[in-house]
């Protein structure tokens, strides 16, 4: 829910991010070969931050669910007052399904600890990418909440949107940078918003337009068989996707109690693997069924979120080519031409 909406001009909001980085480390998208990626960003790099263009080649999970960690270390030892500028409606999306997933029940201490101290500042997708998909799943390329701030660039300028009231706390001392936002700046943020909207629905006419009923069928073996059969079960889909957080965990030392948790990818054929050498998906097919499964459907059962943000980082990182939006449209193809 958004609280409050101002306005702020591009050299203002260059004297309130020299504050913010003042006081809290400050981790932003710059561009690199390959995309953009967050970095630390202080004051003399400013000009580096990207805000407007598309999402980053990490996912916020990389910070907050990091690829390794010493579980048996002091999870209060972590927290370092930092603020994520610049995510993008995916990850949002994603942040929400990970706290629910590992913040629920008995919440996992260090996952926690970071949240509590992070400020995620989200920032309007102005350039989606080829991959992108959010508009299939159900998303936009803004965020609509669960960001303390949100900025949306506006010619010489941006809008800032207050979602919390950490995002406000943020703000404090700026009163004079802040401006009242005239029906100017809402217009030419909502033409943006419904351009880049557009944009994302032009990369996805030869896919399906919405992936939600496609997961009620009964699926032929032999085109999942056939669908699958690029896969080269390498778990790049698994690292790069911004929900994803299966986990192993492994002994670091026989000598001491040290625990090591590392990213798991459910495509491996040793994932799920039983003490006695058993496996309950020992077939390719098999594990590539149940991601699919597990994206669009058991995470939404079981979280009420689903597992997919639309992002296309899966389609990016795959080796073998394989295009979730067409592996989805070719079910759905197949189960009319079946049905029929």
């Known amino acids: 829910m958004i609280l409050e909406k101002y306005y702020i001009s591009k050299e203002h909001w260059q004297n309130v991010l020299a504050d913010w980085m003042r006081k809290h480390e400050v981790l932003a998208p710059v561009r690199r070969p390959g995309g953009l990626f967050f970095e630390r960003i202080e004051a003399p790099r400013i000009h580096e931050i990207?805000?407007?263009?598309?999402?980053?080649?990490?996912?916020?999970?990389?910070?907050?669910?990091?690829?390794?960690?010493?579980?048996?270390?002091?999870?209060?030892?972590?927290?370092?007052?930092?603020?994520?500028?610049?995510?993008?409606?995916?990850?949002?999306?994603?942040?929400?399904v990970l706290d629910r997933s590992l913040g629920s029940g008995t919440p996992d201490p260090h996952h926690a600890n970071r949240r509590q101290s992070a400020a995620v500042i989200s920032a309007d997708c102005t350039q989606p990418y080829p991959t992108c998909f959010c508009?299939?799943?159900?998303?936009?390329?803004?965020?609509?909440?669960?960001?303390?701030?949100?900025?949306?660039?506006?010619?010489?300028?941006?809008?800032?949107?207050?979602?919390?009231?950490?995002?406000?706390?943020?703000l404090e001392g700026f009163d004079r940078s802040l401006k009242p936002v005239v029906k100017e700046e809402e217009e030419a943020q909502e033409k943006l918003r419904r351009e880049a909207v557009q944009r994302v629905q032009r990369w996805n006419l030869a896919t399906l337009q919405s992936f939600g009923d496609v997961f009620h069928h009964e699926w032929d073996v032999v085109v999942l068989k056939r669908l699958g059969s690029a896969c080269v079960e390498c778990g790049a889909c698994n690292f790069a996707c911004p929900t994803c957080h299966s986990f192993y965990l492994d002994s670091a030392t026989p000598k001491f109690l040290?625990?090591?948790?590392?990213?798991?990818?459910?495509?491996?054929?040793?994932?799920?693997?039983?003490?006695?050498?058993?496996?309950?998906?020992?077939?390719?097919?098999?594990?590539?069924?149940?991601?699919?499964?597990c994206k669009f459907l058991l995470q939404k059962e079981n979280t009420g979120l689903s597992g997919c943000t639309g992002c296309g980082r899966c389609i990016d990182a795959c080796?073998?080519?394989?295009?979730?939006?067409?592996?989805?449209?070719?079910?759905?193809?197949?189960?009319?031409?079946?049905?029929?």
């Not at 999402?55 to 030892?77: G, H, I, N, Y």
């Not at 500028?85 to 990850?91: E, K, P, V």
């Not at 949100?150 to 809008?159: L, P």
């Not at 590392?262 to 020992?282: H, I, K, T, V």
């Open 50 to 96: 990207v805000l407007d263009g598309a999402r980053s080649v990490q996912p916020l999970k990389s910070f907050l669910f990091p690829p390794f960690e010493d579980v048996t270390s002091d999870p209060q030892a972590i927290p370092v007052s930092s603020i994520f500028l610049g995510a993008r409606s995916c990850d949002m999306a994603a942040l929400a």
């Open 135 to 170: 508009t299939s799943v159900e998303l936009n390329p803004y965020a609509m909440e669960g960001f303390d701030l949100n900025v949306s660039k506006i010619w010489d300028g941006f809008i800032i949107e207050v979602g919390s009231a950490r995002g406000k706390a943020l």
């Open 258 to 293: 040290q625990k090591i948790r590392g990213w798991d990818s459910c495509l491996f054929p040793g994932y799920d693997r039983m003490p006695d050498g058993e496996s309950s998906r020992p077939r390719l097919f098999e594990r590539f069924r149940h991601r699919l499964f």
């Open 319 to 340: 080796p073998g080519r394989i295009d979730m939006r067409s592996v989805l449209t070719e079910l759905a193809r197949e189960h009319s031409l079946h049905a029929a």
